[in-house]
């Protein structure tokens, strides 16, 4: 049967709480009558979750479990399952249970009436350390103002989008990826649903710090060439104070006062330092387009479990 949803799952080290995310959301389809299929991808995983996801997709014929060959991220896990995707609508969630299953009929029920994209935004943060809040705060108001606002402000990758909406975002095959800043930019008509986000069920999170930095880079890098003209500007700000300096050091040196070597010597610091981050900055996007050109492919599939032609 064909199915209505498909629900995206990334998992990554998450054999402590994958059977119990994989009960409440089969309660709550089961609960909505119509046909659907909940797709685990298997992000490397280094303990027993990739065992657990092909038990899973071995007992439940709504159940498949996609198992990569190696770590690629979870954007990539994501892309993967948009790509196996068949359902006319595509709800994406993550496996630790602090985004609710139960909303999920709220969002189908939005999408019935004709939104393309429902997209769930979080009115409060629970179980998250006053540092997470604090950061994410600050990076939301950061990429809003280089971004344009490309993504909406407290919102994950927790959100139900139209096949029509998936194709365009199958098609935009960059390996640097930003989901939720991606579906922002293919427009459609789209609303937030607002919730509380809970603490994680059970084991620990694997988001680490070096990985929010990694999504916060592609996310402003993907979407924004704000930093290239601030370097643009910050060059001209330091040639103008170089010629004022000059100047300065020249009616000095005529009045015969001293040279003031010291100061000159900080001018060439700043001036390295400005340089050198600056040269960071362009590394950062011909790093990027390095990416793109190499052509490797997105992520690797080791076994695919659940599908009737077995991809």
Known sequence: MHPVYSVIVPCYNEEAVIRETHKRLTQVF????EAYEIIYVNDGSRDRTGEILRE???EDPCARAVLFARNSGQEMAI???????????IILIDA?????????PQMAARWKKGVQMIYAQRKDRAGESAFKKVTASVYYKFLDWLT????????????????????VIRGMPEHNRFLRGMFSWAG???EPVFYDRQERFAGETEYTLKKMLKLAADGIFSFSVKPLKFITGLGVSFLGLAGVMLLVLLIALIFGAGSGLWWLAMLM???????????????EYIARIYDETRGRPLYIVADAVGFEDEK
């Open 30 to 33: 089961q609960s909505m009558e």
């Open 56 to 58: 899973i997709a071995m």
């Open 79 to 89: 892309t993967a399952g948009l790509d196996y995707a068949s359902g006319d609508a």
């Open 96 to 104: 630790d249970l602090q985004d609710p299953p139960e909303l999920i």
């Open 148 to 167: 344009d606002g490309v993504a909406p402000r407290d919102t994950g990758n927790f959100r139900l989008v139209d096949k029509q909406v998936v194709d």
């Open 188 to 190: 459609f008509t789209r």
């Open 269 to 283: 610091i700043g001036l390295s330092g400005c340089v050198l981050s600056a040269l960071g900055i362009v590394g």
